[in-house]
C-alpha cells in the first residue's frame, strides 16, 4: 500500500481558476512531516512547503494554501487564480522514523496543466 | 554555494555495462540520498546514508549499491545495468534534524539500451 496517494494523476484548468490537488498519506507515527515540491517542466525539484505532525494550522504563501487535516490524514494544497507558470509535476512527500533517517516517501505526483 | 550537483546529466549505456553516477553537496549535510523518478511512479527511494560509512537500503534498492566515505559525496553504482535502470536519477541531502527538508540535484537522465 500507498504510504502517499496523489489519487489525481493530472489536472487541467484555465488561467485563473482556483485548484486543488489531494495528498492523503498513512503513517502510525506520532511525529512525522510532510511536504510539498514542484517540479516545472526545466526538471528541478523545488521545496515547497514542510508541515510536522503536531501542527495543523493551515497556511497561507501568496496564491498558494495549504490544508492539513490530521482527522482525514491529509494535506491538500490549493492554487488560488493559477498561472500558466504553475504547470509543473507536484509532489506530496512523508517523512516518518525511517530507521531513525526520516528520508521522506513520495507519493506519484499531480500534473498540473494551466491554460491561457 | 553549489548545493547538489549530479554528473553526468545524460548517459547511455549497454545491457551489462557498469557505471557511478556521482553526487555531492557543499552544504555540510549529514543525510543524503537516492531517488529514481519514472513515468507515472512519482519518486523511489533507493539508497540513503545518514553520515560518512553508513548506508541503508530505501524501496527500490536491487542492482544499485551505494559507499559513503565522505560527507560530501555520495556515489550511486550500476553493475551491471538492465533496460529496466533507463530512468532519471535525483539526489538530495539534508541537514540531519528530523523535519528539514531534501535539497535535490538536478538529475541524470539514465538509458540503457
Redesign the interface.
Known sequence: AQKVTQAQTEISVVEKEDVTLDCVYETRDTTYYLFWYKQPPSGELVFLIRRNSFDEQNEISGRYSWNFQKSTSSFNFTITASQVVDSAVYFCALSEARRGSYIPTFGRGTSLIVHP | NAGVTQTPKFQVLKTGQSMTLQCAQDMNHE?M?W?RQDP??????IH?S?GAGIT?Q??VPNGYNVSRSTTEDFPLRLLSAAPSQTS?Y?C?S?RGL???????G??TRLTVL
Open positions: 543525510y540520498s531517488y507515472g511512479m512519482g519518486l523511489r527511494l540513503y545518514v541503508d530505501g524501496e532519471v535525483f538530495a539534508k528530523e523535519g528539514n527538508e531534501q535539497f535535490f538536478p538529475g
